[in-house]
C-alpha cells in the first residue's frame, strides 16, 4: 500500500517543488531525472512483488481524506466557475453547478452512512497502467522540461509559465495513478475531474484566442462526462449502496445496469469518442508534450479503462452493444478522417481516436480475447504514440512546421529522428509490431460476437494503411544532392527520452508473450476464469519476423550505404532533361519544378462531411444505450 | 490426388515451405508465359514462347544496376522476402490471417521503395499503389473472416480439410475475392499504379527507376504472390481438389479476358467500385452467415 500511496503522493509533491521560484534549467533537470528514475522504479518494483499475487485491497482510514476531497472539489469548481464568468462563458458554470450540487446533496443525504471497506487497490491491470503512466508519463515530463525553453523562444508573445506548466504535469501524473489504483468511486471520481482541470489549463497554457476556444471546448466536454458520472455514482449508491469497483461485479447486474452506462459515457468523453471526439482534436493546439502525455497516453486511456472496468457489468445486453458500435464508429470514421488530414497532429489525434475506438469496442465484446487484446493496444498505442508526437515536436520546430506535406526528404535532414519516426509509425500498424497481434485476436473475438465489427475493422484497417504508409513515404523521399542537415539542434536531452521510447516499442512488441503470459492473463483469469488461446506458432513467427527485421534492417542498411559499390547512380526521371534533381528543362526550353504531393482524398473523406456522419450515427446508439439502461 | 495431399500430410512445416519457395517461381513464371501467350492471342498476336518471362528475368539479373540512391534495391529485397514468406506459410498451412498481414508488409516495403526513389512518377504510381491496397484489403481480411465463420480457425491447413465446400457458404466473399484480384494480379482495369501492356504508358509507374536486377526481383515477387493468390482460390474449392485446382486456373484466364477486354479505370472507379462491390458481395454474404449460426 505505501507503493500506492506513494505513487500518488509523490509527483503531488514534485508538482509543488515544479512551482518554487529560482533554480537553474541544469537543476531542473537534475531533479526531473530523479523524478523520472523513481517513477519508473516504483511500478516496476510493484510489478515484480504483485506477480505471483492476485488483485490486492487496502482500508485507507479515509474520514478526513473525503473531506479534503470534497474542499478541494469546491474549490476546483469555483475556480472554474472563476474562470469561466471572466471568460465570459457560462456553460461551464451551469455545467460545474449542477455538478457541485448533485455531489454536494449526496454528500449530505448519504455521505455519514457511507462505509467504505477499501479504498485503494492493485492488481495486474491496474499495474500496466502505472507502468504506462510511470515510465512514458514520466519520460514526457522528462523531455518537456528540454522543449518548454525552445518552445518560449519560437512563440515569444506566450507569457513563459514554465513552472506552472511543470506543476501541472506532475500534478496530472498524481491524479492518473490515483485514477488506477482508486477502488473506491468518489476516489476514482475526484481524480477524474482532477484530470479534467490540468487538461483545460494545459490546453489553454497559450493563451491565445485558438486554445482558449479549445480549451474551453475540452472543459464543457468533460464536465459533461463528469455531470453524468455523479449521477451515475448517485443513482448507484442510491438503488445499491455501492461505492467500491470491486463490489460492483459482485452485485445485481441488472439493478446497476444505470450506473454502469453513466460510467462509460464519462469513459467515452474522456476517449474522446464520437460524438465527443472534437475535443480531442482541438486539443493540439497545446504544446506537444501536453498532447503526448493527457492526449494520446494516459488520459484518454483512463477513459478507456474505466469503460473495461465497469464493461463486465453491462455484459450481454444491448448497451454493450451500443457501447461496442460507439467504438467501433469511432474506430472506422476517424480513420477515414485522417486520411484527408495533412496536420501531422491532427493525424496523430484522429489515429489516436481511432485506437481508442477500437479498445472501447473491444471492451462492449468483453470475452476473454477482447479484453486481452483491448489491454495490449492500450499498451502498444502509448508507446507508439507518445514517441511520434514527440518527434513531430521535434520537427516542428527544425521545419518551421507540422505539415506532413513539409516533410520532403526528412530522411536526409533529420536521418536519425526519420528512423525513430519510421519505428513509432510501423509499430502503429504493421506486422511484425504489437498493434497487429493484438488486431489478430481481436479480429476472431469480433466475428464470434458480433460479425459487424469485423467488418468495420476490415475497413477500417485498410484506411489505417492508408494513412500511415503515405506519411512514411513522405519522409523517407530522398533525392540527389545536398540537403541541409539539422540534426544536431536536436538536444540531448530530448535525444535521450526518444531513445527510450523507441527501445520501449521495440521490446514490447518482443516481449509481448512475456506480458501476455506474467501480466495479462493472470488479470483475465481472474475476471473470466479463462484465457485467450493464441495459436503458439503465430507467435513464434511474428517474433520471427519481428528478430528478422531487427537483424536485416540495420544489416541491410549497411551494406547497401556502405559496402555496395557497384552500381551506376543516375538522376531521377522527369520528364524532360534534368537541370538538378527537382527542376527540369521541359518543351520549349521551358524550366519546370517538380513537388511531390501526397493524395488525401478531401472529396470522399472530408472532415466536416464525416464528422457529421459520425456524431450523429454516435449520437442516436448513446442514447439508445441510456434508453435500455434506463427502462 | 490422394497421393499428393498425403504427401503433404507427411511433409514438416519447414519442408513444406522449402518446396513451396522452390516451386512457386517456376509455377508463377510458367502462368505469367501462358498469360502472355494467351493475351496475344487474344489480340491476334502469336506471342512470345511459354518460357519468355524467365529468359526476361534472367536478361534483367545480369544488366548493370542503374540506381537514382543507394538504399532504393533494400526495399525491393524485402518486398521478396515477404512476399515469398507469406506464400511459404500460406503453403504450409499455417494461420491465414497472419499470412495476410505479411502480404500487406510486403506491399507496404514495395510502396516505399517507389517513394523513397523521389521520382514524380514513382511517387504517382506508389500513391496509386496505396490506393489499390486500399480498396482490396477489406476484401481479402473478410475471405478471411468469412472462412473463419465456416470453419471456425483460421488455419489454412483446418480450412482446406473443411468437411464441406466453403464455396456453398462463401460464395458472396468468393465474387467478391475474384473481383479485387484484378487489382492484386496488376490487370486491366486495375492495373493504376504498374501494368504489364506496354502500350498503356510511357512510363511505368511504381517501377520507373527500377531497373536491372531490382526489377527481376519485382517479377520474382509477382509469380510467388500469383501462387499465393490462386492458392487462396483453391482454397474455396479445397473440399474437390480437381474443381479447385481447375477454377484457379479457370479464375487465372477469366482475369486475362478480362484483362483484354477493359481500358483502365480511374482510381476513383476503382476504389470506389471496389468497396461497393466488397460491400455488397462480400459483406451481405458475412451477415448472412451470422445469421445462419
Given at each position: 500500500m505505501t507503493a500506492l500511496l506513494f505513487l500518488i503522493l509523490f509527483p503531488l509533491a514534485v508538482s509543488f517543488l515544479a512551482l518554487v521560484p529560482p533554480h537553474s534549467l541544469a537543476f531542473r533537470k537534475a531533479v526531473g531525472a530523479c523524478v523520472n528514475v523513481t517513477l519508473c522504479a516504483v511500478p516496476i518494483y510493484l510489478l515484480i512483488t504483485n506477480l505471483e499475487r492476485g488483485a490486492a485491497y487496502f482500508h485507507v482510514e479515509s474520514k478526513l481524506i473525503d473531506v479534503g476531497m470534497l474542499f478541494a472539489e469546491l474549490f476546483i469548481a469555483v475556480f472554474i466557475v472563476y474562470v469561466s464568468v471572466r471568460a465570459k462563458r457560462y456553460i461551464p458554470v451551469l455545467l460545474v453547478v449542477v455538478q457541485t450540487a448533485i455531489m454536494v446533496t449526496f454528500e449530505f443525504t448519504s455521505g455519514h452512512g457511507m462505509q467504505v471497506e477499501h479504498s485503494l487497490f492493485v492488481d495486474k491491470f491496474s499495474i500496466i497502467m502505472a507502468l504506462i503512466i510511470g515510465i512514458i508519463g514520466s519520460a514526457i515530463c522528462l523531455y518537456a522540461i528540454g522543449y518548454m525553453p525552445e518552445y518560449h523562444e519560437h512563440y515569444e508573445e506566450v507569457k513563459d509559465r514554465r513552472r506552472y506548466f511543470a506543476f501541472l504535469l506532475y500534478l496530472f501524473l498524481s491524479a492518473m495513478f490515483g485514477i488506477v489504483f482508486s477502488n473506491n468511486l468518489m476516489w476514482i471520481y475526484f481524480f477524474w475531474e482532477v484530470t479534467t482541470v490540468c487538461s483545460f489549463l494545459l490546453i489553454g497554457y497559450r493563451d491565445d484566442k485558438a486554445s482558449r476556444e479549445s480549451a474551453f471546448r475540452a472543459l464543457n466536454m468533460n464536465l459533461l462526462g463528469g455531470v453524468v458520472f455523479s449521477v451515475g455514482l448517485f443513482t448507484l449508491y442510491s438503488t445499491s449502496g455501492i461505492m467500491e469497483l470491486d463490489k460492483l461485479l459482485l452485485a445485481d447486474k441488472g439493478s446497476i445496469l444505470l450506473p454502469a452506462v453513466c460510467f462509460a459515457f464519462a469513459g467515452l468523453v474522456k476517449s474522446a469518442q464520437f460524438p465527443f471526439c472534437s475535443w480531442l482534436t482541438g486539443a493540439m493546439v497545446a504544446p506537444t508534450p501536453v498532447s503526448a502525455l493527457l492526449?494520446?497516453?494516459t488520459m484518454v486511456k483512463a477513459g478507456v479503462y474505466l469503460i473495461l472496468r465497469v464493461a463486465p457489468v453491462m455484459e450481454n445486453t444491448v448497451a454493450a452493444q451500443m457501447l461496442t458500435l460507439v467504438g467501433g464508429v469511432s474506430f472506422l470514421v476517424t480513420a477515414l478522417i485522417a486520411i484527408s488530414q495533412s496536420n501531422a497532429k491532427k493525424v496523430l489525434a484522429y489515429s489516436t481516436i481511432s485506437n481508442l475506438g477500437l479498445i472501447v469496442a473491444c471492451a462492449g465484446v468483453n470475452t476473454d480475447a477482447a479484453v486481452w487484446s483491448a489491454i495490449l493496444l492500450i499498451i502498444f498505442h502509448a508507446v507508439a504514440k507518445s514517441l511520434l508526437f514527440l518527434c513531430v515536436g521535434i520537427i516542428e520546430y527544425k521545419l518551421g512546421s507540422r505539415d506532413i506535406e513539409d516533410m520532403d526528404y526528412l530522411i536526409l535532414r533529420l536521418p536519425k529522428l526519420t528512423a525513430i519516426m519510421m519505428v513509432g509509425m510501423a509499430g502503429m500498424f504493421l506486422a511484425p509490431f504489437g498493434m497487429i497481434i493484438s488486431k489478430f485476436v481481436t479480429l476472431k473475438a469480433f466475428v464470434e460476437s458480433t460479425p459487424v465489427m469485423a467488418i468495420i475493422l476490415a475497413y477500417g484497417s485498410a484506411a489505417t494503411i492508408f494513412f500511415w504508409t503515405k506519411w512514411m513515404g513522405k519522409i523517407i523521399s530522398i533525392k540527389h544532392g545536398v540537403a541541409e542537415v539539422m540534426?544536431?539542434?536536436?538536444s540531448n536531452w530530448e535525444w535521450i527520452t526518444l531513445g527510450m521510447l523507441a527501445v520501449v516499442t521495440v521490446a514490447v512488441s518482443l516481449g509481448f508473450p512475456f506480458i501476455s503470459f506474467h501480466v495479462i492473463n493472470p488479470y483475465l483469469t481472474e475476471l473470466f476464469g479463462t484465457i485467450p488461446v493464441v495459436d503458439s506458432f503465430n507467435v513464434l513467427m511474428v517474433s520471427v519476423i519481428m528478430l528478422g527485421l531487427l537483424i536485416i534492417l540495420p544489416l541491410g542498411l549497411l551494406y547497401y550505404a556502405f559496402i555496395d559499390k557497384n552500381y551506376k547512380r543516375v538522376g531521377t526521371y522527369l520528364g524532360g532533361g534534368n537541370i538538378d534533381n527537382t527542376t527540369f528543362e521541359g518543351a520549349m526550353a521551358s524550366v519546370r519544378t517538380i513537388e511531390l504531393k501526397n493524395y488525401y482524398l478531401e472529396n470522399y473523406f472530408g472532415e466536416e462531411r464525416l464528422i457529421n456522419v459520425g456524431v450523429f450515427v454516435s449520437l442516436t446508439l448513446t442514447f439508445i444505450m441510456f434508453g435500455v439502461a434506463v427502462i | 490426388m490422394n497421393v499428393i495431399s498425403e504427401a503433404y500430410q507427411s511433409w514438416s512445416i519447414a519442408e513444406r515451405m522449402l518446396l513451396f519457395m522452390l516451386i512457386a517461381p517456376l509455377l508463377g513464371g510458367a502462368l505469367a508465359g501462358i498469360d502472355r501467350v494467351a493475351s496475344a492471342r487474344l489480340q491476334g498476336r502469336c506471342g512470345p514462347p511459354v518460357l519468355q518471362p524467365f529468359f526476361d528475368v534472367f536478361k534483367l539479373l545480369r544488366k548493370e544496376r542503374i540506381i537514382?540512391?543507394?538504399?532504393?534495391d533494400f526495399p525491393i529485397v524485402l518486398f521478396l522476402l515477404f512476399t515469398i514468406f507469406s506464400g511459404a506459410l500460406f503453403f504450409a498451412g499455417a494461420d491465414l490471417l497472419l499470412t495476410i498481414f505479411s502480404l500487406a508488409l510486403a506491399g507496404t516495403f514495395l510502396i516505399l521503395g517507389a517513394f523513397s526513389v523521389s521520382s514524380p512518377f514513382s511517387h504517382l504510381g506508389a500513391e496509386r499503389e496505396i490506393i489499390q491496397m486500399v480498396a482490396y484489403e477489406p476484401m481479402v481480411i473478410l475471405v478471411a473472416v468469412g472462412m473463419y465463420q465456416v470453419t471456425g480457425s483460421f488455419n489454412v491447413g483446418a480450412i482446406a480439410s473443411y468437411q464441406a465446400p466453403l464455396i456453398l457458404y462463401l460464395p458472396g466473399v468468393f465474387a467478391g475475392f475474384v473481383y479485387i484480384l484484378t487489382i492484386k494480379f496488376r490487370k486491366s482495369p486495375f492495373d493504376l499504379s504498374m501494368s504489364h501492356h506496354a502500350h498503356q504508358e510511357i512510363v511505368r509507374g511504381i517501377t520507373t527507376e527500377f531497373s536491372g536486377p531490382a526489377l527481376a526481383l519485382i517479377e520474382i515477387a509477382h509469380w510467388y504472390e500469383n501462387v499465393l493468390l490462386l492458392g487462396m482460390v483453391y482454397l474455396f474449392f479445397a473440399f474437390t481438389p480437381w474443381l479447385g485446382l481447375g477454377v484457379a486456373l479457370a479464375t487465372f484466364f477469366l482475369e486475362i479476358f478480362i484483362d483484354m477486354n477493359y481500358a483502365r479505370f480511374k482510381w476513383q472507379l476503382t476504389f470506389l467500385s471496389s468497396w461497393l462491390f466488397t460491400a455488397v458481395a462480400g459483406v451481405s454474404n458475412i451477415i448472412v452467415l451470422s445469421l445462419m449460426k
Open positions: 492526449h494520446s497516453s540534426e544536431h539542434r536536436v | 537514382v540512391n543507394k538504399v532504393q
